[in-house]
Protein backbone atom coordinates (compact mmCIF):
# COMPACT_ATOMS: atom_id res chain seq x y z
CA UNK A 1 0.00 0.00 0.00
CA UNK A 2 1.09 3.52 0.68
CA UNK A 3 1.12 6.35 3.01
CA UNK A 4 -0.40 10.13 2.25
CA UNK A 5 -3.67 11.97 3.30
CA UNK A 6 -6.21 13.85 0.97
CA UNK A 7 -8.75 15.45 0.18
CA UNK A 8 -11.00 17.89 -2.17
CA UNK A 9 -11.41 16.27 -5.65
CA UNK A 10 -13.53 12.83 -6.12
CA UNK A 11 -12.82 9.27 -6.80
CA UNK A 12 -14.63 9.12 -10.31
CA UNK A 13 -16.53 6.98 -12.90
CA UNK A 14 -17.23 4.56 -10.05
CA UNK A 15 -19.80 1.81 -11.11
CA UNK A 16 -21.70 0.20 -8.08
CA UNK A 17 -24.13 -2.12 -9.64
CA UNK A 18 -24.39 -4.94 -6.89
CA UNK A 19 -22.78 -3.68 -4.05
CA UNK A 20 -25.50 -2.07 -0.79
CA UNK A 21 -24.15 -0.52 1.83
CA UNK A 22 -26.01 -0.11 5.23
CA UNK A 23 -24.68 2.47 7.82
CA UNK A 24 -24.68 3.17 11.14
CA UNK A 25 -22.98 6.15 11.83
CA UNK A 26 -19.99 7.06 15.30
CA UNK A 27 -19.52 10.90 15.06
CA UNK A 28 -17.32 12.92 16.96
CA UNK A 29 -18.06 15.98 18.44
CA UNK A 30 -15.72 17.93 16.89
CA UNK A 31 -18.22 20.57 15.51
CA UNK A 32 -18.54 18.84 12.12
CA UNK A 33 -21.43 17.11 10.93
CA UNK A 34 -20.71 15.80 7.75
CA UNK A 35 -22.10 15.46 4.30
CA UNK A 36 -25.60 13.04 4.34
CA UNK A 37 -25.58 12.74 0.80
CA UNK A 38 -26.06 8.82 -0.23
CA UNK A 39 -25.54 6.81 -2.95
CA UNK A 40 -28.71 5.30 -4.71
CA UNK A 41 -28.10 1.94 -4.32
CA UNK A 42 -27.30 2.62 -0.15
CA UNK A 43 -29.35 1.77 2.72
CA UNK A 44 -28.87 3.95 5.45
CA UNK A 45 -29.49 3.64 9.22
CA UNK A 46 -27.80 5.96 11.37
CA UNK A 47 -27.27 6.57 15.23
CA UNK A 48 -24.35 8.59 16.55
CA UNK A 49 -22.42 8.16 19.36
CA UNK A 50 -19.91 10.77 20.89
CA UNK A 51 -16.11 9.59 20.55
CA UNK A 52 -13.85 12.55 20.74
CA UNK A 53 -13.93 16.62 21.55
CA UNK A 54 -11.76 19.44 19.73
CA UNK A 55 -11.58 22.65 19.88
CA UNK A 56 -10.48 23.52 16.82
CA UNK A 57 -12.23 26.39 14.59
CA UNK A 58 -11.48 24.32 11.65
CA UNK A 59 -11.99 20.46 12.47
CA UNK A 60 -11.39 17.09 11.41
CA UNK A 61 -13.91 15.40 9.26
CA UNK A 62 -15.67 12.96 10.79
CA UNK A 63 -15.79 9.19 9.53
CA UNK A 64 -19.52 9.48 8.45
CA UNK A 65 -18.57 12.55 6.23
CA UNK A 66 -15.25 11.34 4.82
CA UNK A 67 -17.28 7.94 3.90
CA UNK A 68 -19.63 10.02 2.17
CA UNK A 69 -18.03 12.07 0.22
CA UNK A 70 -14.60 10.65 -0.28
CA UNK A 71 -12.91 13.69 0.49
CA UNK A 72 -10.90 14.52 4.32
CA UNK A 73 -9.75 18.33 4.62
CA UNK A 74 -7.10 18.51 7.25
CA UNK A 75 -7.03 21.78 9.33
CA UNK A 76 -3.62 23.56 9.77
CA UNK A 77 -3.02 21.71 13.34
CA UNK A 78 -2.06 18.67 11.36
CA UNK A 79 1.46 18.34 10.19
CA UNK A 80 1.28 14.92 8.47
CA UNK A 81 -1.11 12.58 6.70
CA UNK A 82 -1.62 9.20 5.90
CA UNK A 83 -3.12 7.88 2.99
CA UNK A 84 -4.66 4.40 3.46
CA UNK A 85 -4.49 1.62 0.28
CA UNK A 86 -7.50 -0.41 1.36
CA UNK A 87 -7.70 -4.35 0.51
CA UNK A 88 -7.98 -4.89 -3.12
CA UNK A 89 -7.51 -1.06 -3.79
CA UNK A 90 -6.39 -2.07 -7.24
CA UNK A 91 -9.89 -3.08 -8.52
CA UNK A 92 -12.44 -0.88 -10.22
CA UNK A 93 -15.28 -0.35 -8.31
CA UNK A 94 -17.48 -2.23 -10.88
CA UNK A 95 -15.55 -5.48 -10.04
CA UNK A 96 -18.06 -5.29 -6.62
CA UNK A 97 -14.38 -5.77 -5.23
CA UNK A 98 -14.03 -2.60 -3.01
CA UNK A 99 -14.67 -1.41 0.44
CA UNK A 100 -15.83 1.63 -0.24
CA UNK A 101 -18.05 4.18 -2.79
CA UNK A 102 -16.48 6.84 -2.46
CA UNK A 103 -13.02 5.57 -1.03
CA UNK A 104 -12.35 2.46 -3.12
CA UNK A 105 -8.58 2.80 -3.99
CA UNK A 106 -7.42 5.45 -1.39
CA UNK A 107 -8.11 6.29 1.71
CA UNK A 108 -9.42 9.18 1.80
CA UNK A 109 -9.93 9.28 -2.14
CA UNK A 110 -9.32 13.24 -2.40
CA UNK A 111 -6.98 14.67 0.51
CA UNK A 112 -6.43 18.40 1.19
CA UNK A 113 -4.11 19.81 3.48
CA UNK A 114 -2.07 22.76 4.48
CA UNK A 115 0.83 23.72 2.78
CA UNK A 116 3.82 22.22 4.46
CA UNK A 117 2.22 18.72 5.61
CA UNK A 118 4.33 15.48 5.46
CA UNK A 119 2.09 12.49 3.23
CA UNK A 120 2.61 8.90 2.76
CA UNK A 121 0.56 6.01 1.93
CA UNK A 122 0.18 2.81 3.81
CA UNK A 123 -0.41 -0.76 2.17
CA UNK A 124 -3.43 -2.84 3.17
CA UNK A 125 -3.65 -4.49 -0.37
CA UNK A 126 -2.20 -7.73 0.47
CA UNK A 127 0.09 -9.83 -2.66
CA UNK A 128 0.12 -6.42 -4.20
CA UNK A 129 3.05 -3.83 -4.48
CA UNK A 130 2.37 -0.09 -5.30
CA UNK A 131 3.87 2.46 -6.43
CA UNK A 132 2.33 5.66 -6.22
CA UNK A 133 2.74 8.50 -8.95
CA UNK A 134 2.03 11.80 -8.04
CA UNK A 135 1.83 14.24 -11.11
CA UNK A 136 1.10 18.11 -10.58
CA UNK A 137 -1.54 20.61 -11.79
CA UNK A 138 0.74 20.71 -15.11
CA UNK A 139 1.20 16.98 -15.47
CA UNK A 140 4.47 16.77 -13.98
CA UNK A 141 5.69 14.07 -12.18
CA UNK A 142 5.81 15.36 -9.00
CA UNK A 143 6.72 12.16 -6.51
CA UNK A 144 7.22 8.85 -7.62
CA UNK A 145 7.13 6.89 -3.93
CA UNK A 146 9.25 3.99 -3.56
CA UNK A 147 7.98 0.26 -3.46
CA UNK A 148 5.23 -0.70 -1.03
CA UNK A 149 4.64 -3.90 0.31
CA UNK A 150 1.46 -5.18 2.75
CA UNK A 151 1.77 -4.05 5.08
CA UNK A 152 4.27 -1.36 4.75
CA UNK A 153 4.69 2.53 3.26
CA UNK A 154 5.57 4.42 1.07
CA UNK A 155 8.34 7.08 1.12
CA UNK A 156 6.97 10.49 2.12
CA UNK A 157 6.80 13.69 1.01
CA UNK A 158 5.78 17.32 1.28
CA UNK A 159 4.40 18.71 -1.64
CA UNK A 160 4.85 22.20 -2.93
CA UNK A 161 1.44 24.76 -3.16
CA UNK A 162 2.52 25.61 -6.49
CA UNK A 163 1.77 22.51 -8.11
CA UNK A 164 -1.97 21.88 -7.05
CA UNK A 165 -3.65 19.96 -7.10
CA UNK A 166 -2.12 16.97 -7.55
CA UNK A 167 -3.72 13.39 -9.38
CA UNK A 168 -2.68 10.13 -7.72
CA UNK A 169 -2.17 6.93 -9.41
CA UNK A 170 -0.39 3.86 -9.53
CA UNK A 171 2.55 2.80 -11.62
CA UNK A 172 0.77 -0.66 -12.22
CA UNK A 173 -2.95 -0.36 -11.44
CA UNK A 174 -4.01 2.93 -13.15
CA UNK A 175 -6.76 2.90 -14.30
CA UNK A 176 -8.61 2.37 -11.91
CA UNK A 177 -6.63 3.87 -8.98
CA UNK A 178 -7.23 7.05 -8.74
CA UNK A 179 -6.77 9.85 -6.11
CA UNK A 180 -6.50 13.66 -5.28
CA UNK A 181 -3.80 15.96 -3.22
CA UNK A 182 -4.67 19.53 -2.74
CA UNK A 183 -2.54 21.68 -1.04
CA UNK A 184 -4.55 24.74 0.69
CA UNK A 185 -2.45 27.76 1.36
CA UNK A 186 -2.66 28.50 4.91
CA UNK A 187 0.80 26.65 6.62
CA UNK A 188 0.54 23.97 8.77
CA UNK A 189 1.21 24.78 12.22
CA UNK A 190 0.25 21.71 14.47
CA UNK A 191 1.60 18.21 15.51
CA UNK A 192 -0.99 16.00 14.82
CA UNK A 193 -0.41 12.99 12.18
CA UNK A 194 -4.36 11.99 10.94
CA UNK A 195 -5.63 9.24 8.58
CA UNK A 196 -8.50 6.76 7.80
CA UNK A 197 -8.37 3.57 8.59
CA UNK A 198 -10.47 0.45 7.39
CA UNK A 199 -11.30 -2.20 9.74
CA UNK A 200 -13.64 -5.09 9.98
CA UNK A 201 -16.60 -4.63 12.71
CA UNK A 202 -16.33 -7.60 14.42
CA UNK A 203 -12.43 -6.60 15.19
CA UNK A 204 -13.46 -3.27 15.78
CA UNK A 205 -12.79 -3.76 19.63
CA UNK A 206 -9.59 -4.94 19.18
CA UNK A 207 -8.03 -2.51 16.45
CA UNK A 208 -9.24 0.53 18.94
CA UNK A 209 -7.83 -1.61 21.32
CA UNK A 210 -4.51 -1.57 19.57
CA UNK A 211 -4.88 1.97 18.19
CA UNK A 212 -5.18 3.14 22.04
CA UNK A 213 -2.11 1.33 23.11
CA UNK A 214 -0.02 2.60 20.06
CA UNK A 215 -0.32 6.37 20.86
CA UNK A 216 -3.46 7.02 18.57
CA UNK A 217 -6.69 8.35 19.19
CA UNK A 218 -9.92 7.65 17.16
CA UNK A 219 -11.79 10.91 16.67
CA UNK A 220 -14.97 9.53 15.22
CA UNK A 221 -16.00 6.26 13.68
CA UNK A 222 -18.72 4.94 10.66
CA UNK A 223 -19.73 1.46 10.27
CA UNK A 224 -21.62 0.50 7.06
CA UNK A 225 -22.16 -3.42 5.17
CA UNK A 226 -20.69 -4.26 2.21
CA UNK A 227 -22.05 -7.09 0.29
CA UNK A 228 -19.28 -8.00 -2.53
CA UNK A 229 -18.21 -10.74 -4.16
CA UNK A 230 -14.61 -10.77 -2.08
CA UNK A 231 -15.31 -12.91 0.70
CA UNK A 232 -12.92 -11.44 3.35
CA UNK A 233 -14.13 -7.57 2.28
CA UNK A 234 -18.34 -8.46 2.47
CA UNK A 235 -20.09 -7.92 5.29
CA UNK A 236 -20.20 -4.76 8.19
CA UNK A 237 -16.46 -2.96 8.10
CA UNK A 238 -16.00 0.34 10.53
CA UNK A 239 -14.35 3.35 8.81
CA UNK A 240 -11.97 5.16 11.25
CA UNK A 241 -10.51 8.53 11.26
CA UNK A 242 -7.53 8.94 13.71
CA UNK A 243 -4.90 11.29 15.00
CA UNK A 244 -1.70 11.03 17.08
CA UNK A 245 1.25 13.14 18.28
CA UNK A 246 3.92 10.89 16.90
CA UNK A 247 5.86 11.99 14.00
CA UNK A 248 4.89 10.62 10.97
CA UNK A 249 7.94 7.95 10.73
CA UNK A 250 6.85 6.41 14.01
CA UNK A 251 3.42 6.92 13.20
CA UNK A 252 3.61 4.86 10.31
CA UNK A 253 5.13 2.14 12.14
CA UNK A 254 3.17 2.01 14.85
CA UNK A 255 0.32 1.33 12.15
CA UNK A 256 1.84 -1.14 10.28
CA UNK A 257 1.10 -4.22 13.30
CA UNK A 258 -2.74 -3.21 13.44
CA UNK A 259 -2.70 -3.57 9.26
CA UNK A 260 -0.96 -6.74 9.44
CA UNK A 261 -4.00 -8.12 12.08
CA UNK A 262 -6.48 -7.88 9.85
CA UNK A 263 -8.32 -10.47 8.10
CA UNK A 264 -8.24 -9.16 4.09
CA UNK A 265 -6.86 -11.80 2.22
Not at 8 to 28: E, P, V
Not at 228 to 241: E, K
Request: proline share 9%.
Amino acid sequence: MIYVVLTLGLITGANLTGITYAQTNHASRNGYTGDNSTESNMTVGQSNTITNTTSSPDPIPTAQSVYDTGVMTLPVLVKAAIIFLPDEAHHPPADDKTISPKNPNYLPGTLVVPEGTEVAFAHDDPNHIHVGIVKDKSGNVAWTTIPAKFPGSSDSKVLDMSGSPYTVSDKQFSPPMEGKIVVKPQKSTGDLTVGGFFCPTKQLSNCKSQFSKAGFQILSEYDFVTKSVQQDITGPNTLLIYSTPLALKDAISSLTPIIKSLPYK
